[in-house]
C-alpha cells in the first residue's frame, strides 16, 4: 500500500484562561473541550512542554472510553503527526484503562502518554472529560511539568496539525497505518486495549489459586463475587480477567461491564452513596461473599464482604500491606517502603511500623507516590479515595487491588469482615470518615479556608481543648501541611489545612482538585481506638465530626447543612 504524502499546517489561535491542570489533569465540562480550538490548544502545549524530546518520540493514547474521546483522540493524531512524533500507540476504540496506560508506556519504554478521562466524573455530552499527561516513568505527570503546560496555555499563540490526515474509523480496527508528513514518517498502531494488561496480571497474581477461589474445589466451596465495573472502562478488563481468566460467571459474578460512552448516566465513583445499587444488591444477597466496584477509568476499588460489610480504603491499604507475602509479585520483588497520602487515615503506618518498613506521607494525587517507587523505596501505596497501588505501574490500579484482596482471602482461608476484625485486634482501628460538600459556591469555600487559615495561626489555637458529646479533644499542633519531596527535592505547598490532636485524632481540610464546576470541599475526620474497634465509625466520630463542622463554620460560609456524600 502506498503511504500516503501529507503536509502540516499552523494555525492561529488565541489563549484560554482556564486550562490550568488539577490534582489529576485537565477537566472540563464537554462543552468546554468542544470549543474551537480548546483541545488543540491543550494538545498543543502539552507537545510544546515536552520540547525536543518530542521529535521521533513515541507516545500511548488513550481513556475510558467517555463521550468526546474519539474526536479528541483524532485532533490528537493530527496534531501528533504535525509535531514531528513518530508513532502513537492508541487502544482499539479509543480504550485503556488509566492503569493501563501505566503498564504500556513502561512495557514499551516510550516517552509518556495522553489519558483522556475525567476518571470518577460523570460522562456524557452534559458532563465532564478530561486530558491527562502521563511521563516515562508511566505517572502523572509531576507539578513541574503540569505548571509548564499551563504558563505555555496562557501565552499559545499557534498550533500545528494535519488537517488532510485522515482519521475515520482509523482507532475502531486493529492495525498499523503509516503516513508520510512533512516528508517524515508517521505511524498510528491501534493495539488490543487489555492484552498487556491481562498478561501483567497473570505475572503478579497466582491465577491458578484465584480460580480455584472462584469455583471452588472439593474441599472449598466457590467464593462468591460481584464485580460492578459502573459502566465503565473496566468491564472489558473485567470480563477478559474475571470471565475468561479466572472463571467468573458473567451472569452472576459481574455487572455493568459494557462501557459506555456516558456511564449510563451514573457517577461512577465506588463510595457508598454511587455504588449503593452495589451495596443494595450485597444486603440483598447474602449468598455473596465479596462485592467491589471501580471507577470510570479504573484506576479506583471499593471492596465489600458479605452483606457489604465495607472495608474503609485506609484500612484496606494496611490489610493489603500487611499480607503482602502470599502475593508471588512481592515473594520475587521483596517489600519495601509503604505510602498514603495525607488525609489517608494512618492504619498503614501500624503495619509498617510493626513489619519495619519505611513509610511515607504524600499530598493528594498518585503523582507523588511516583518518584519513590523510581528510587526502590516504595512498593504499596493508597489514598482514602479509593485508591490502591503498588510499584507494578506509576497509577493507581483498581483491577489490581481486588485480585489484591482475592489473594489474601485465598491465602487466609478467611472472609473479608473476619480479616479486618482480627486486623483490628492486632492494631487498633483508626476510624476514618470523608465529608463531601460538591458544587458549593467558590467564594463561600474560598472564605472558609481563609478563616481556618486564621484560625490556626491565632493565638491560643494550639493547646485548646475542644469539646462535643461529652468527648473533649486538645489541639497538639495546627498547619497547611507541606511536602518535600524525598528523591527530587521538589516542594508542595498548601495541601490542605490539618488540626491534630493530643491522642493522635485528625481533621483535614481541602477544597478538591478534579471537580469541574465550583468548589467541592472535603473534611477528613480521623481517631484511633486501640481496643474498642467494633463501634460503628459514624457513631465513634459524631464528636469530632461536630468539632470539625463548628470550628470551620461550614454552615455560615457554605449555606449547607447535609454533605453530597460521607465515606
Ligand atoms: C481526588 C481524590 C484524590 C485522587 C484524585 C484523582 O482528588 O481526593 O485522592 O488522587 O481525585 O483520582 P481531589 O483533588 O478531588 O480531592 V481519579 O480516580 O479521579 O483520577
Ligand atoms: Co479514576
Redesign the pocket.
Same mark, same amino acid.
Given at each position: 500500500m502506498s503511504v500516503p504524502k501529507l503536509e502540516s499546517v499552523v494555525v492561529q489561535t488565541t489563549p484560554f484562561e482556564d486550562q490550568k491542570p !488539577? +490534582?489529576?489533569g485537565l477537566r472540563k465540562k464537554v462543552k468546554v473541550f468542544m470549543e474551537k480550538n480548546y483541545t488543540e490548544n491543550f494538545i498543543q502545549c502539552i507537545f510544546d512542554a515536552l520540547g525536543c524530546k518530542l521529535k521521533g518520540a513515541t507516545l500511548v493514547v488513550g481513556g475510558d472510553g467517555r463521550y468526546f474521546s474519539k474526536p479528541a483522540i483524532n485532533t490528537i493524531i493530527r496534531i501528533a503527526s504535525a509535531n514531528e512524533v513518530s508513532k502513537l500507540i492508541i487502544g482499539q476504540l479509543g480504550i485503556f484503562s488509566t492503569p493501563a496506560v501505566s503498564a504500556l508506556i513502561r512495557q514499551h519504554k516510550v516517552l509518556g502518554g495522553i489519558v483522556l478521562t475525567a476518571?470518577?466524573n460523570p460522562g456524557g455530552i452534559r458532563h465532564d472529560f478530561g486530558i491527562k499527561y502521563n511521563i516515562e516513568n508511566g505517572g502523572p505527570a509531576p507539578d513541574q511539568i503540569s505548571n509548564n503546560i499551563y504558563e505555555l496555555t496562557t501565552k499559545i499563540t499557534q498550533y500545528k496539525t494535519t488537517p488532510t490526515l485522515e482519521t475515520d474509523r482509523m482507532i475502531d480496527i486493529l492495525g498499523t497505518s503509516k503516513f508520510n508528513v512533512d516528508g517524515r514518517e508517521f505511524t498510528v498502531e491501534i493495539i488490543d486495549s487489555t492484552k498487556n494488561y491481562v498478561a501483567l496480571m497473570k505475572e503478579i497474581f497466582d491465577f491458578n489459586k484465584l480460580r480455584a477461589l472462584i469455583r471452588g474445589t472439593d474441599k472449598r466451596p466457590a467464593f462468591n463475587i460481584l464485580l460492578d465495573s459502573m459502566n465503565g472502562v473496566t468491564g472489558v478488563y473485567v470480563r477478559n480477567i474475571f470471565v475468561e481468566e479466572l472463571g467468573a460467571s458473567p451472569d452472576n459474578n459481574v455487572r455493568r461491564v459494557v462501557p459506555l460512552d456516558n456511564f449510563g448516566e451514573i457517577h461512577p465513583d465506588p463510595n457508598l452513596t454511587y455504588a449503593k445499587d452495589l451495596v443494595d444488591k450485597l444486603k440483598e444477597n447474602a449468598s455473596y461473599d465479596f462485592g467491589a466496584a471501580f471507577?470510570g =477509568?479504573g =484506576? %479506583?476499588n471499593m471492596i465489600l464482604g458479605k452483606n457489604a460489610f465495607f472495608v474503609t480504603p485506609s484500612d484496606s491499604l494496611a490489610v493489603l500491606a500487611n499480607n503482602l507475602d502470599c502475593i508471588p509479585y512481592f515473594k520475587k520483588n521483596g517489600v519495601h517502603g509503604f505510602a498514603r497520602?495525607m488525609p489517608t487515615a494512618a492504619a498503614v503506618d501500624r503495619v509498617a511500623a510493626k513489619l519495619g518498613k519505611e513509610m511515607f506521607e504524600v499530598p493528594? /494525587?498518585?503523582k507523588y507516590f511516583g518518584n519513590l517507587m523510581d528510587a526502590g523505596r516504595l512498593s504499596l501505596c493508597g489514598?482514602e479515595?479509593f /485508591?490502591t497501588g503498588s510499584d507494578h505501574i506509576r497509577e493507581k490500579d483498581g483491577l489490581w487491588a481486588v485480585l489484591a484482596w482475592l489473594s489474601v482471602i485465598e491465602h487466609k482461608n478467611m472472609g473479608v469482615e473476619d480479616i479486618l476484625k482480627e486486623h483490628w485486634k492486632t492494631y487498633g482501628r483508626n476510624y476514618f470518615s470523608r465529608y463531601d460538600y460538591e458544587e458549593v459556591e467558590t467564594e463561600g469555600a474560598n472564605a472558609m479556608m481563609q478563616h481556618l487559615e486564621n484560625l490556626i495561626v491565632s493565638k491560643d489555637f494550639v493547646g485548646k481543648t475542644l469539646a462535643s458529646n461529652c468527648k473533649t479533644y486538645k489541639v497538639a499542633n495546627a498547619d497547611n501541611f507541606s511536602y518535600v519531596d524525598p528523591i527530587d527535592h521538589s516542594v508542595a505547598k498548601n495541601q490542605g489545612i490539618r488540626v491534630l490532636f493530643e491522642d493522635g485524632s485528625r481533621l483535614i481540610y %481541602?477544597l478538591? !482538585?478534579? /471537580?469541574s464546576s465550583g468548589a +467541592?470541599v %472535603?473534611i477528613y475526620i480521623e481517631c484511633y481506638e486501640k481496643d474498642d474497634v467494633l463501634t460503628d465509625a459514624q457513631v465513634m466520630l459524631r464528636p469530632l465530626v461536630n468539632i470539625s463542622l463548628d470550628i470551620a463554620q461550614l454552615k455560615k460560609f457554605t449555606g449547607r447543612e447535609e454533605p453530597t456524600v460521607i465515606t
Open positions: !488539577g +490534582t489529576s476518571s470518577h471507577d =477509568d =484506576d %479506583r497520602s493528594t /494525587g498518585w489514598e479515595s /485508591g %481541602r478538591s !482538585g478534579t /471537580g +467541592t %472535603r
